[in-house]
């Protein structure tokens, strides 16, 4: 089993910065890639951005693209999230995400992903 504990919400001012993080622990010698969602109030759960633990290689949501990066540390088994001019639209529940292998989908969807977090909320204000 795979734990997911997530960080770093909450509230912040339209144009300010949060970083977010994730701590993975329990059976983590196995990992493909991790990742960001988020679910607003209301919508469905979206992808935002998504990393490969070996290559490092990133995919990101066209929402996320020029404003977050992220980021990852092999060695402690954490995935960070810079999230910054932030907009009231990035509002929503921000979910971490873990894939121990290659299920074949592409890490920008939900199946490919084995673990999920708890969620930690971000509410940006106008």
């Known amino acids: 089993q795979v734990q997911l504990v997530e960080s770093g919400g909450g509230l912040v001012q339209a144009g300010g910065s949060l970083r977010l993080s994730c701590a993975a622990s329990?059976?983590?010698?196995?990992?493909?890639?991790m990742g960001w969602f988020r679910q607003a109030p209301g919508k469905e759960r979206e992808f935002v951005a998504a990393i490969t633990w070996s290559s490092g290689t990133t995919t990101y949501a066209n929402s996320a693209k020029g404003r977050f990066t992220i980021s990852r540390d092999n060695a402690k088994n954490t995935m960070d999230l810079q999230m910054n001019s932030l907009k009231p639209d990035d509002t929503a529940v921000y979910y971490c995400a873990l894939a121990q292998r290659n299920r074949g989908r592409a890490l920008l969807e939900g199946q490919a992903y084995d673990s999920w977090g708890q969620g930690t909320p971000v509410t940006v204000s106008s």
């Open positions: 329990g059976r983590t010698f196995i990992i493909y890639g």
